[in-house]
């Protein structure tokens, strides 16, 4: 059984059919792993009412107001095609395995970042999980916390460099089942056009903020049935 996130302190179970009754009628299936406060799926949800957009965190407290926002009647801001989860990446459950046509991880944090950058193959596989065959991966790191002050937690943590990636992130994503086929720092006005508060932090006063795309495909012979 699955967990909803409605609002702050109000979570629900959620069967597989009531997920799917949400995903019925919509042309694309959109999953924000690691959304944080969930703005971004809210944000998409609206600019593409036909997708159905699915925030994923472990923590409820920071998705929880804009899930209670997104629950409204459409003429006071709600979402009826957002949803959010309590879900981590390292236990995806198995109503999630394939649900996604696109899988974006944007500016991970804490054990999500730690899982990609040092590869643990729960991390890579539940990310692989949540798709499709052939189904879209983004995911966009930052490179500015090792610019600066250096958070205690991160401090062995190697940084995300285009090195780095190819070396050890790239083929671990691989063998994980999602095939990695571009690997590049975003341009300036790219990384200032990511629609998340996190994003925003980090580039707020930088002219171009460090921000490593990569880009792949989750490969159909690993994508769950």
Do not use: Y
């Amino acid at each position: 059984m699955l967990t909803r996130v409605l609002g702050p302190g109000r979570t629900v179970p959620m069967a597989p059919a009531d997920l799917e009754s949400l995903r019925a009628g919509t042309t694309r299936t959109v999953v924000d792993l690691g959304t944080g406060d969930g703005r971004a799926v809210h944000h998409l949800a609206g600019a593409h009412p036909d997708w159905f957009c699915l925030g994923l965190d472990a923590l409820d407290d920071a998705m929880a107001e804009t899930a209670a926002r997104s629950v409204r009647k459409p003429a006071r801001g709600g979402r009826p095609n957002a949803c959010f989860l309590r879900v981590s990446a390292e236990a995806v459950p198995e109503e999630l395995h394939g649900v996604a046509d696109e899988v974006r991880v944007t500016l991970p944090w804490g054990r999500l970042l730690e899982g990609i950058v040092v590869p643990d193959p729960a991390v890579l596989c539940g990310i692989a999980a949540l798709g499709c065959p052939g189904a879209e991966v983004v995911v966009v790191l930052n490179g500015e916390i090792w610019a600066e002050s250096l958070p205690a937690r991160f401090r062995d943590l190697p940084a995300p460099t285009t090195e780095h990636v190819a070396a050890v992130v790239t083929p671990a994503l691989g063998a994980a089942g999602v095939t990695i086929d571009e690997v590049r720092w975003l341009t300036a006005e790219e990384a200032h056009a990511i629609p998340t508060t996190w994003a925003r932090r980090l580039g707020h006063g930088r002219p171009h903020p460090r921000f490593l795309l990569l880009g792949g495909r989750v490969s159909a012979s690993s994508a769950p049935p």
